[in-house]
């Protein structure tokens, strides 16, 4: 089962731009990336660029997260329980 959250955290990036540890509730949890993919859709009307990543934290939680490649900005998007 998973939690579609889609809020907005801080992430630092390692030379390929991939995350290396997030921050979200006011902690900062290391993580290990699994699969990564890119969304670029609706160039036509309201382009969606985004890179997405699938990742557990240090403490074995598996998230979604995404950054929006428009803004740079960095969001929690789901959380499997």
Known sequence: ??????????????????????????????VTVHLSWTVDDGWWDERIYR?????????RQLLVVYQDRATGTWVLHRVYD
Not at 8 to 26: H, K, L, N, R
Not at 51 to 59: G, N, P, V
Request: with cysteine; proline share 5%.
């Open 1 to 30: 089962m998973t939690t579609l959250l889609n809020v907005p955290i801080t992430v630092a990036q390692d030379a390929s731009g991939a995350p290396t540890c997030i921050t979200w509730e006011g902690r900062v949890r290391q």
């Open 51 to 59: 890179a997405y990543y699938k990742l557990t934290t240090d403490d």
